[in-house]
């Protein structure tokens, strides 16, 4: 499985932003997907994650209410809309794939073993 996450760039606190991620090589089936992000110095942190299906997510406190995930099985990508951005949202933005088909919306980051390069989100104030 391989993953391409886009849509990083420079925005003002306040603004909006999409990421997107395609997953490729998986040839039958969906697993959960999730969005990881990671400042220098800190450890990899849990963002959001939707279930296999798309029916089921999960947010990470700090940015519940601002963000939303989706994906779109026919195309194999899962999204990330970020509204309201804070300072404190500027991070590298990974995507990530579980290994196991048809699970939920996992927020530990031992649970996905494929991962996209990262996306650069930096949020000025």
């Known amino acids: 499985v391989q993953l391409q996450a886009s849509g990083g760039g420079l925005v003002q606190a306040g603004g909006s932003l999409r990421l997107s991620c395609a997953s490729s090589g998986r040839t039958a089936g969906n697993a959960a997907m999730a969005w990881f992000r990671q400042v220098p110095g800190k450890e990899r942190e849990f963002v959001a994650a939707?279930?296999?299906?798309?029916?089921?997510?999960s947010y990470a406190d700090s940015v519940k209410g601002r963000f939303a995930i989706s994906r779109d099985l026919a195309k194999n990508t899962v999204s990330l809309q970020m509204h309201s951005l804070k300072s404190e949202d500027t991070a590298v933005y990974y995507c990530?794939?579980?290994?196991?088909?048809?699970?939920?919306?996992?927020?530990?980051?031992?649970?996905?073993?494929?991962w996209g390069r990262g996306t650069k989100v930096t949020v000025s104030s």
């Open positions: 939707i279930s296999w299906s798309g029916g089921d997510t």
């Open positions: 990530a794939e579980a290994r196991r088909l048809w699970g939920g919306p996992t927020t530990s980051l031992d649970h996905y073993t494929f």
